[in-house]
């Protein structure tokens, strides 16, 4: 039996995909500095960051809600860019991405380069390029030299980013992430 894709406008994070980001972001009661970009990007909740000051305070449900809306935001944006069918596992691997570097970073589409790695992937029906595209997101803040990638096998700054990442593909490709349970 043969599963099809569903039309990009159908699709909605699935709860699956928000618990990932949840689980990803982790839940701050406080405000905290953003750890790339420091206190001018203060971070609460579970990753939410527009409208947040230093000293802010919220509660889980609060930040849940919070999340959901940052979430709906994330998808909205990526709509714009993004017209191709997909699997909901996809679905959710590219709005968490999204969510965690800017929908502007996985969309891109400027007049030298065009559209980002990940849409022109899309666009011609690459779903398994569209997918590995994901590893490309290897970076937190600048890079100056190859150990500043958190792919890098030197850098320990940005481990995290990089096993986020390898686990975003993993659920795109509709497999289990990296150390995940079998």
Same mark, same amino acid.
Request: hydrophobic share 35%.
């Given at each position: 039996?043969?599963?099809?894709?569903?039309?990009?406008?159908?699709?909605? =994070?699935?709860?699956?995909?928000?618990?990932?980001?949840?689980?990803?972001? *982790?839940?701050?009661?406080?405000?905290?500095?953003?750890?790339?970009?420091?206190?001018?990007?203060?971070?609460?909740?579970?990753?939410?960051? $527009?409208?947040?000051?230093?000293?802010?305070?919220?509660?889980?449900?609060?930040? =849940?809600?919070?999340?959901?809306?940052?979430?709906?935001?994330?998808?909205?944006? =990526?709509?714009?860019?993004?017209?191709?069918?997909?699997?909901?596992?996809?679905?959710?691997?590219?709005?968490?991405?999204?969510?965690?570097?800017?929908?502007?970073?996985?969309?891109?589409?400027?007049?030298?380069?065009?559209?980002?790695?990940?849409? /022109?992937?899309?666009?011609?029906?690459?779903? $398994?390029?569209?997918?590995?595209?994901?590893? =490309?997101? *290897?970076?937190?803040?600048?890079?100056?030299?190859?150990? *500043?990638?958190?792919?890098?096998?030197?850098?320990?700054?940005?481990?995290?980013?990089?096993?986020?990442?390898?686990?975003? /593909?993993?659920?795109?490709?509709?497999?289990?992430?990296?150390?995940?349970?079998?």
């Amino acid at each position: 039996m043969e599963i099809n894709r569903t039309a990009i406008a159908a699709l909605v =994070l699935s709860a699956t995909g928000l618990a990932y980001i949840a689980q990803r972001e *982790d839940y701050s009661e406080r405000a905290y500095p953003d750890p790339v970009h420091g206190a001018r990007v203060a971070t609460i909740g579970f990753g939410t960051t $527009q409208g947040v000051k230093m000293g802010d305070k919220t509660t889980p449900v609060r930040a =849940l809600i919070r999340l959901r809306t940052d979430a709906s935001d994330a998808e909205r944006a =990526l709509k714009r860019c993004i017209s191709a069918p997909m699997f909901q596992h996809e679905w959710d691997a590219f709005v968490a991405l999204g969510h965690n570097t800017g929908t502007t970073a996985v969309c891109k589409n400027d007049a030298r380069t065009g559209p980002s790695t990940i849409v /022109r992937r899309l666009q011609v029906g690459d779903y $398994q390029g569209a997918c590995d595209a994901i590893l =490309l997101y *290897d970076r937190a803040g600048a890079v100056t030299k190859p150990q *500043d990638r958190c792919s890098h096998p030197d850098n320990r700054t940005c481990r995290g980013v990089w096993a986020d990442r390898q686990a975003l /593909r993993a659920m795109c490709l509709g497999q289990n992430a990296p150390g995940a349970a079998q």
